[in-house]
């Protein structure tokens, strides 16, 4: 049977208005000690027309709080401040989990609050540059390789954040595992140089993420809980390596066994970085005896197209959302798109945030002009 990109559908647990899925998208509005706010819940409410929403990386840990302005979930702060987002997309009607992201080594000590520190599975620095409001772009700060204590420690903390998501009303959480984080860095063989339980082979290096998923799992059930990762896209230092693709594939299968929510899976070859191989898409399609959640410059027709192939069974876009709060009526009516501002994508306040109009919006615009 054809899937439909607009008709109703399951998710797990969750009964879904569509198939259209609002990716997770960084956005930096948490101003105020990392913590959720009414700016943020008007965002995300008025995209509740989404099938299902994936709230923007989110850390754990106070260690995990690589980017500036990034939001948490640690204290109850936070869970107070993701209360007034949860509320506000359910009281109209939308589905909304939580990305649980956890930096690594994607960091800089100016953007973590005192007494935190930045940790990876090696003490290498990532590559490139990472903003900070105290001192603009800077180098990524020196990580401190992460012992086994660490690591154990590391896996509470993304099990207690679950368990806050859930008592903040989230419908459940999608685990980072790509963009070179942390649970990306021990994946990949090019960052993760231990040669201990946790690095010495591809099975070691599948060890921390396979951890991380049976404690959150055991906190809150594997029909709340999905998992992200970036094959390919060689984000943050995350470069391909000989075995990558076998190994991304026998992780599929070993994360099948525990009925997860999903997989998501991101393809970047239309913001012209290299393709996800439809060869490996397929092999952990295969792996993993779920739902599939496919990203990657979708539009209308290419959605519809790709779900009658069965590429996928969900699909979900990113940067369209941001400039079209009503984006599922948008692509329904095969409405023009708003362009995105990019020069707000990652700034303070409300200007190409929460202003974009709707189609009704413009429409009433153009009858008082």
């Known amino acids: 049977m054809t899937l439909s990109l607009h008709h109703p559908a399951r998710l797990g647990e969750l009964s879904l208005k569509n198939r259209v899925i609002m990716a997770p998208m960084t956005r930096s509005r948490a101003t105020e000690a990392n913590t959720p706010n009414a700016l943020m819940a008007e965002y995300y409410s008025q995209r509740a027309a989404a099938g299902l929403i994936i709230a923007e990386g989110t850390s754990p840990s106070p260690n995990g709080l690589g980017y500036t302005r990034m939001p948490a979930l640690f204290n109850g702060a936070h869970v107070q401040g993701w ?54 772009m800077q180098v990524p700060s020196t990580p401190r390789a992460m012992s086994v204590s660490d690591i154990q420690v590391a896996i509470a903390e993304f099990a207690r954040a679950a368990s806050l998501a859930i008592e903040a009303g989230f419908d459940g959480v999608e685990l980072h595992a790509g963009g070179g984080y942390l649970l990306d860095a021990f994946f990949n063989a090019t960052i993760n140089q231990r040669t201990d339980a946790y690095g010495a082979s591809s099975s070691a290096r599948n060890r921390f993420i396979l951890e991380v998923v049976q404690a959150v799992v055991a906190a809150i059930g594997a029909a709340r809980v999905g998992i992200r990762f970036m094959p390919h896209s060689g984000a943050n230092g995350a470069f391909n390596f000989a075995e990558m ?42 792996a993993f005896k779920g739902p599939l959640v496919l990203a990657g410059g979708f539009d209308q027709a290419s959605a519809v197209s790709a779900l009658e192939r069965g590429d996928a069974d969900f699909l979900a876009f990113g940067r369209p959302f941001l400039a079209n709060p009503d984006l599922v009526n948008r692509l329904q009516a095969g409405a023009p798109l708003n362009s995105a501002d990019f020069a707000t994508f990652y700034s303070h306040g409300s200007q190409g945030y929460t202003d974009y109009p709707t189609l009704a919006e413009q429409g009433a615009e153009e009858v008082q002009a």
């Not at 290299?274 to 397929?282: A, F, M, Q, Y």
């Open 83 to 136: 209360k007034q987002v949860t509320n506000a997309v359910h009281a109209k009607g939308g589905k909304i989990v939580l990305q649980l992201m956890h930096a690594g080594r994607m960091a800089h000590v100016a953007n973590l609050p005192i007494g935190a520190e930045v940790l990876g599975p090696g003490a290498e620095h990532a590559p490139g540059v990472i903003h900070t409001d105290a001192h603009g």
């Open 245 to 286: 693709d076998a190994q991304y594939v026998e992780l599929a299968r070993q994360l099948s066994n525990f009925g997860l929510m999903y997989l998501h899976l991101v393809n970047f070859e239309s913001m012209g970085l290299p393709p996800l191989p439809v060869g490996l898409r397929d092999s952990m399609r295969n």
